[in-house]
């Protein structure tokens, strides 16, 4: 059974070129900045999660129920690796992990930029706040512009959005102090997305 | 007063303000660069086409399309409100507070609220804390924004940091990054313990109901998601009408705002969404979600004949970013909540006439916003339009309303004049170039030329030359009547008879027709009745069937042959006749450009017919006149024609169209700003290492020469037609 109530796929626009796409959405995607990361399936996409985390020397993160990975497996592999992650739903938790994993519905060519059904509020708090958030998306969801997500997604709810849709482009940002760019402002300073095959 | 001494004191105070000037400078130096960048391979007029067009139909149907996104909000279980004015912001918000015994309430951006002063008047009732970081900064030391997208640029990271140590009670360095940290840390505690929160939003669509935010920082993210009670406030301009709709803006908002492709985030909100109980979890609940439709003087504005274009705004502040008077006072002087052009209109509406009078009075008419509007809104025409309205309560101060009432006695004004020419006389000196000059002008008057020298009054005006004037047309092909303009009339006779002697060489004869001033003036002060007066004494004269093109010199005076006249003449007997006049005028440089088309083949196996006095090389640069760019889209005609010429070595100089700050009587009424913008333009023209700087406007040629004058330089400042005949 999926996780989420909607799902996008069948209403993808027919024949997409996918290695153009997620090229243009990898070089879009790394302009902005974003770390794009290809897994050809699930072990191999668990695997780069938990190498992430390992990288980014994590000991405590968070995550949802996905259907592109399973979390427990996460859970598993990243114990081995001395880190706890959790998919309880209790902000206190979430607010102090480092990392948040959570899964999006389609990707944006054009603007390197994921999208997601964002209602279930567990998702929204673990891509917002810990200071890192990594994103999985099915690398055949890429769309390739912002004009497509939207028809989409009229396509998947009947013409009646879920109540927040989320989108995303790149790390939290500011240039209100003398226009100096500063990245991690009240979201994550630092996103990475994993594109599963 | 329009120009008082309260406003002169805040433009002087914000003129010698170095970290204003320096912000604001370097950011409008680099915007149009990256806004370019992020523009390339998007074809920006037919976007914005479309997105006026969506939005124009918004506009004719706001009432419907908002009663549709009210009901699609309510099916949801949303609670939809109706404010009129702020007071009823106020009470509404302070029910939500009330029923919910709320303490603390988080912020995202939003106009409506500063608009309405909504933080002061709820402070009582519970904190109210912006999150947006440049709105906390300003917040803290009571200051209102000073740009729509960056409300904190006119504060230094020094005076950040000093802002900083005394909200936070410890010393902070003035280190971005470590700012950025902190205030994240400690908005953090707020938006965990926050009740409620509240947001402004980008687009309200009406199809869905679906509001739509563009941020970056997470902290709209973060106001939706954490308090248990989320409250949207919704001016009725935001309506979209279809879901898809919402692509045009998310093209053009984000890279118009910030230069970028797409903000970090776009949030869409249609419903009360899913939060936490008891603000920790783990049971999951729905969310309060109000909206409240803030109408503060919006309906007004939507239904009003002239300004409902105004409407068409996404609020992306490029046209602050671009304009000229903006980049040297900022958004406190040349603005009131809202800045700039744009926000002199909306405060008139928002606010009040009285509030927007010394706004809309800082705007030279230079035209260049107009060009970057992604709601394509004429903003200069609309600005003239506001103070049009404006003069209509509140009158012209003594010198200006002199000048207006002058006008429209044809008689006097040319009377006038005429004794200029004798009472300058006394004051006029030779300069380096040959011409006559006025360096200072006794008692109140010096404030005029101390920063630029005068021209000194032709003794004999052109529409006495003409009459002796020899005409030698060769392979006559038609005729051409000439409207002077007051410059070149009285001023610069000579500029008239070389446009007299390079049109005989195209082959056309040239007629002067009774005439006086095109009005222009008057519609740049605000009096529309005494440019109708005007442009209808003039009007008989020019719309004749004899003539195969009406031409101008002087881009100001073609601008009101071709457009003003047919909006004062609009509705009168006279409006055919104007539109006649206005299909056959064009400026001189571009009736030019056309004939040496159509002659046939490039302009430069022409270019022989030009009789030039040279055998010499000579590097020439060129001024873009604002008139002639911005209102009448000619840029590269003059750049052709001059380039074709071979004995002139054409030279690009930089921001070749900045206004260079003469803007008619703007340079009366506010001769700090001009001053300012001149002294820029002369820089670049010595920089360019030019030996003449061409322009086709005479007020420009006014501006530029006399501030060459009086730094003694070794430039010459020509009007186009001079150049063409080999008169320099
Ligand atoms: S016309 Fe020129 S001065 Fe006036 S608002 Fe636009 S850019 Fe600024
Ligand atoms: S008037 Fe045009 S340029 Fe100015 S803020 Fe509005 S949309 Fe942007």
């Not at chain 1, 226009?179 to 594109?195: D, E, F, S, Y």
């Not at chain 2, 879901?243 to 970028?260: E, G, I, V």
């Not at chain 2, 092909?477 to 446009?499: H, M, N, Q, T």
């Not at chain 2, 031409?551 to 609009?570: E, N, R």
């Amino acid at each position: 059974m999926l996780t989420k109530t909607v799902d996008w796929l069948p209403y993808l626009p027919q024949g997409l070129d996918k290695e153009k796409l997620y090229q243009i959405f990898k070089e879009k995607a790394e302009a902005v900045p974003v770390k794009v990361i290809r897994a050809k399936d699930k072990a191999e996409a668990e695997d780069s999660i938990v190498q992430e985390m390992k990288v980014a020397g994590i000991k405590n993160a968070v995550g949802v129920p996905m259907d592109l990975v399973d979390i427990e497996a996460i859970k598993e592999k990243a114990k081995a690796a001395g880190i706890t992650v959790s998919s309880e739903l209790n902000r206190d938790i979430i607010e102090k992990a480092e990392f948040g994993i959570s899964e999006f519905d389609l990707g944006i060519a054009d603007t390197g930029t994921i999208v997601q059904d964002a209602d279930s509020i567990h998702k929204r708090l673990v891509s917002m706040l810990p200071p890192i958030h990594l994103a999985v998306i099915p690398t055949k969801a890429i769309v390739e512009t912002f004009l497509d997500s939207l028809e989409v997604i009229q396509k998947a709810y009947k013409g009646n959005p879920s109540n927040y849709i989320a989108y995303i482009t790149g790390p939290s940002r500011t240039a209100d102090i003398e226009r100096v760019l500063t990245i991690g402002v009240h979201g994550p300073a630092t996103l990475i997305v994993v594109c599963v095959d | 007063m329009p120009v008082d001494s309260v406003l002169k004191a805040k433009v002087n105070k914000a003129l010698s303000d170095p970290v204003l000037r320096g912000a604001l400078g370097k950011f409008g130096d680099e915007f149009p660069i990256s806004r370019a960048r992020v523009y390339e391979g998007i074809d920006f007029e037919e976007l914005r086409t479309a997105i006026a067009n969506a939005k124009k139909e918004v506009i004719e149907d706001f009432e419907a399309l908002a009663d549709q996104f009210e009901a699609n909000l309510k099916k949801r279980g949303a609670i939809v409100h109706r404010a009129k004015d702020g007071n009823d912001v106020y009470r509404i918000l302070k029910d939500i507070a009330k029923a919910h015994n709320a303490k603390v309430c988080v912020k995202s951006k939003s106009m409506v609220s500063e608009e309405i002063h909504l933080n002061e008047h709820l402070k009582d009732t519970m904190e109210m804390v912006e999150t947006d970081l440049g709105e906390w900064i300003i917040q803290q030391v009571n200051e209102k924004p000073s740009h729509m997208v960056m409300p904190a640029i006119h504060l230094s990271k020094e005076r950040c940091a000093e802002i900083f140590s005394q909200a936070l009670g410890r010393k902070v360095e003035p280190d971005i990054s470590q700012m950025v940290q902190l205030a994240r840390q400690t908005l953090r505690n707020h938006f965990l313990n926050a009740d409620i929160g509240l947001s402004g939003c980008n687009a309200a669509i009406a199809e869905t109901g679906t509001m739509v935010m563009f941020t970056n920082e997470g902290n709209g993210r973060l106001t939706a998601t954490m308090p248990p009670v989320h409250v949207f406030l919704v001016g009725y301009e935001k309506l979209l009408k279809n879901f898809k709709d919402l692509a045009l803006l998310a093209k053009a908002l984000p890279r118009s705002a910030t230069a970028q492709a797409l903000t970090s985030y776009v949030t869409l909100i249609s419903g009360p969404v899913e939060t936490l109980k008891d603000k920790v979890g783990p049971e999951v609940v729905h969310k309060e979600l109000h909206v409240i439709l803030v109408d503060n003087g919006r309906r007004e504005l939507l239904t009003d004949p002239v300004f409902k274009e105004a409407g068409q705004c996404t609020r992306c502040a490029s046209c602050l970013n671009v304009c000229p008077v903006y980049q040297l006072v900022g958004g406190h002087v040349f603005g009131h909540i809202y800045a700039g052009g744009i926000g002199s209109l909306l405060t008139g509406f928002f606010n009040s006439l009285k509030e927007t009078d010394h706004v809309q009075e800082m705007c030279i008419s230079c035209g260049r916003c107009a060009a970057f509007c992604p709601g394509k809104i004429d903003i200069p025409r609309l600005i003239l339009e506001m103070r049009n309205r404006v003069r209509k309560e509140i009158p012209l101060p003594g010198m200006q309303n002199f000048i207006v009432n002058t006008l429209k006695r044809r008689g006097l004004f040319q009377f006038g004049l005429r004794q200029a020419s004798w009472a300058t006389a006394l004051f006029a000196k030779e300069g380096k170039d040959g011409n006559k000059y006025i360096r200072s002008l006794p008692f109140g008057f010096n404030r005029l030329a101390n920063w630029r020298s005068l021209p000194a009054f032709s003794s004999q005006p052109f529409r006495e030359r003409i009459k002796t004037m020899k005409q030698e047309v060769v392979n006559k092909r038609g005729k051409v009547a000439f409207f002077g303009g007051c410059v070149i009339d009285y001023a610069y006779p000579e500029i008239g008879e070389s446009l007299v002697r390079v049109l005989n060489r195209e082959g056309y004869e040239v007629v002067y027709p009774d005439q006086t001033c095109c009005g222009a003036p008057a519609i740049y002060m605000g009096s529309m009745d005494v440019a109708r007066e005007v442009a209808k004494q003039n009007i008989n004269e020019f719309a004749k069937d004899e003539f195969d093109y009406i031409v101008s010199a002087c881009p100001t005076c073609t601008v009101a042959l071709k457009d003003q006249w047919v909006q004062v003449l609009k509705g009168t007997d006279s409006e055919a006749k104007a539109k006649q006049v206005s299909a056959k005028t064009l400026d001189f440089i571009k009736l030019v450009s056309n004939l040496r088309k159509e002659k046939g083949g490039a302009l430069k196996e022409t270019a022989a017919t030009t009789h030039v006095a040279t055998s010499q090389q000579i590097n020439v640069t060129y001024h873009d006149s604002c008139h002639l760019n911005w209102d009448l889209g000619v840029k590269e005609e003059p750049r052709e024609v001059l380039k074709a010429q071979s004995h002139i070595n054409f030279i690009e100089m930089n921001e070749s169209d900045r206004c260079c700050g003469f803007g008619g009587s703007y340079c009366i009424k506010l001769p700090e700003i001009s001053q300012e913008l001149l002294k820029r333009k002369l820089k670049n023209i010595e920089e360019s290492k030019a030996q003449i700087v061409a322009v086709d406007c005479p007020g420009c040629l006014m501006n530029i020469r006399g501030g060459l004058d009086k730094q003694g330089s070794n430039v010459k400042a020509l009007h186009t037609a001079q150049l063409l005949d080999g008169k320099y």
